[in-house]
């Protein structure tokens, strides 16, 4: 509205395109940032030997054993995958 009063239907479509490009940027920069944070993710998780949030369960170690009676492994470990 600020456009037409300052400066007609002309400038109005001439803001409405600038708005449009820049709101289709900021959507394709989102767009990569979330790619670029899971592929992250994923590489961290796929080379640090299941020693992550969400690996723990699923791995046959020493925690496993030593607290299997308080916890079901095996359906947090399903839970998470």
């Known amino acids: 509205m600020f456009s037409y ?15 449009t490009i ?22 961290s998780r796929a080379g ?6 969400w690996g723990w369960a699923c791995k046959d170690n020493v925690r496993r054993k030593l607290f299997q009676d308080s916890i079901n492994y095996n359906l947090v470990c399903r839970q998470q995958v």
């Open 48 to 53: 640090n030997d299941d020693q992550d949030l």
């Open 5 to 19: 009063w300052k400066g007609g239907h002309n400038r109005a479509e001439r803001i409405a395109l600038h708005a």
């Open 22 to 43: 820049f709101a289709g940027a900021v959507f394709i920069f989102s767009i990569a940032m979330w790619s670029a944070g899971i592929g992250i993710m994923q590489a």
